[in-house]
């Protein structure tokens, strides 16, 4: 049982590890876009 418990605790950790970075990444582009549009308005005006 020990043996089968290593690899699926693997898994788990990676499957967080991914989810992290998906919703990391995800942050960061509603931060970067409205910062984009922000940036662009004040360049044009």
Known sequence: MPF???PLM???IG???VAVFA???F???LLI???LLI???V???
């Open 43 to 45: 360049w044009l005006f």
């Open 39 to 41: 940036i662009l308005a």
């Open 15 to 17: 499957l967080i590890i």
């Open 33 to 35: 876009v409205p910062a």
């Open 23 to 25: 919703i990391g990444i």
């Open 10 to 12: 693997f898994f788990i």
């Open 4 to 6: 089968l418990l290593i």
């Open 27 to 29: 942050l960061l582009k």
